[in-house]
Every structure is written in structure tokens, then in C-alpha cells.
């Protein structure tokens, strides 16, 4: 009987010491859907970084090298290109810069969905914002389709530069438009990413030094306005391969050390 009873108390503290384990990660896993925990994650980190030698004028570095990255799934397929583990814990490090990936919800909420990155990084987090649309959210067909879409992502972006730049003062890179394969390109279509494209630079003239556009279409898109066959997934799929993304990396470095040298 007292072997019996020795032994389940073994049996018990076995169980005990596998759930430990469990219990602990189910209470400290935090993700950017939790506004808190996530903030917090991050606060502690620049923290951290603030106490690092060289002062607080080493942290303010630092901090001005985190980049808050806001997408769907063409950049994610980006963070993929720089070994992402898709966890959005987990940046990823780009030339000395450290990246964040935040998915955005679909037009009409995409804008919404990018507030709250947006409050977070002006509250304390720091960093700059990069924002873009997908290439879903741009519409060809006929004419009247045409310029009701562009009018649309026309005012994302407004709301997108007086959230980022008019009211918080934070550096913001925007994404211009990514061609579609030819196959899903009509001539509409190349004429309302090109009006966005035109919009995108004037909003960059008119916010010189706080607006920096990434052209994501004049490195990728033929002359006729589709997205080249080399940097295509494949003639049905515009999503941007491992050759484009390596072209759009090196334009985005430039930018970076320009933001960051300002």
C-alpha cells in the first residue's frame, strides 16, 4: 500500500511539471490583436534599449530604426522574402532597420484597421509607418468603375497622411500601386494606378521630408502597365515573387537611410 501511495504521488507531480508549461505560455502569449499586451511587449523593449549605453540619444536612434509595416498579403509575402516566422511578435531586420509586419483588414476598413498601429507608435513605440494597398483594391473594366475606385483609395490615403503626418509628426513611406499580371489588366485599370501613382507624388512634393513614396510600380511594371513576368508568381497570380522582392528591397533601403539621415 505504501509503494501504491508513493507512487501515485510521483504520477502527480510528473503531471504537474507537463503543465507548467502549458499554463505559462497560454498567459504570456501576446499578439497585435491585443492593443495592451502588445504595447506593452514593445515599451519594454525601448526600454531596454534606452538603457543600453550611449544614453538617450542612442535610444532615440534606435528607435527611428523601427519600422511599422502595414499590409496584406503581398507584404507578407515580403516578410516571407526576409525569413519571417509569421509570428507578428517577430520583426524581421533589414540593413540595421527592424521591421514589423501588421495586417490590415480589406477597403472599406483598411484604414481603420491601420488607427490603432498608427496611435501605438505615436503613444510610445516609435518608428516609421508604411503604409500600401493591395493590388486587389484596384479596379479597371470601364471608366465609371475606374475613377470611383481611384476616388476611394484617394481619400484611404488622405486619412492615412493627416492620421500619420498632419496630426503626429511621424515619418510615413506609401507603397504606390502594384501592376497586375497582363492577363487581369485592361487599359483602365493602368489609368487609375497611374492617376494614384501621380496622387501619391504629390502628396509626397506636399509633405517634403515627412512623406516618402516606395515606387513599387516603376520597378516592376512592364511599359505597358502590367506586372512583368519575371517578378509574377505565375501568369494567373500577381502576387510579387523573390526577384521582385529583392528588387523593392534595395529601393526601400534608400529610403530608410534617407528617413533615418534627415
Known amino acids: 500500500m505504501e509503494r501504491e501511495g508513493v507512487r501515485k504521488i510521483v504520477i502527480l507531480l510528473l503531471a504537474l511539471c507537463l503543465a507548467l508549461p ?48 502595414c499590409g496584406r498579403s503581398v507584404l507578407a509575402g515580403w516578410f516571407e522574402h526576409w525569413g519571417w516566422d509569421w509570428d507578428p511578435d517577430h520583426p524581421v531586420y533589414l540593413s540595421g532597420f527592424r521591421l514589423y509586419y501588421h495586417e490590415l483588414q480589406t477597403p472599406p476598413y483598411i484604414v481603420d484597421s491601420a488607427l490603432p498601429v498608427i496611435k501605438r507608435v505615436s503613444d510610445g513605440v516609435g518608428g516609421i509607418i508604411f503604409f500600401k494597398l493591395c493590388f486587389d483594391d484596384f479596379e479597371g473594366g ?19 497622411v493627416r492620421a500619420v503626418v498632419d496630426e503626429r509628426g511621424l515619418p510615413l513611406i506609401l507603397g504606390n500601386a502594384l501592376p497586375k499580371v497582363q492577363g487581369y489588366t485592361d487599359q483602365w485599370l493602368v489609368w487609375n ?40 508568381t505565375n501568369a494567373e497570380d500577381s502576387h510579387a515573387n523573390g526577384a521582385a522582392y529583392t528588387q523593392l528591397d534595395r529601393l526601400l533601403e534608400g529610403i530608410l537611410s534617407d528617413i533615418v539621415s534627415i
Open 193 to 232: 494606378q497611374r492617376e494614384y501613382n501621380r496622387f501619391l507624388t504629390e502628396m509626397e512634393r506636399n509633405h517634403k521630408g515627412k512623406v516618402r513614396v516606395l515606387d513599387i510600380y516603376g520597378a516592376l511594371a512592364t511599359p505597358g502597365g502590367w506586372l512583368r513576368a519575371e517578378y509574377a
Open 22 to 69: 502549458l499554463f505559462w505560455a497560454g498567459c504570456g502569449k501576446s499578439e497585435w490583436s491585443s492593443e495592451a499586451g502588445k504595447t506593452e511587449n514593445h515599451s519594454q523593449e525601448e526600454t531596454r534599449t534606452s538603457e543600453s549605453p550611449g544614453g538617450s540619444g542612442n535610444a532615440l536612434a534606435t528607435r527611428s530604426k523601427i519600422v511599422h509595416m
Open 142 to 160: 470601364d471608366e465609371y468603375s475606374a475613377r470611383e475606385n481611384l476616388r476611394r483609395n484617394q481619400a484611404y490615403i488622405q486619412s492615412v
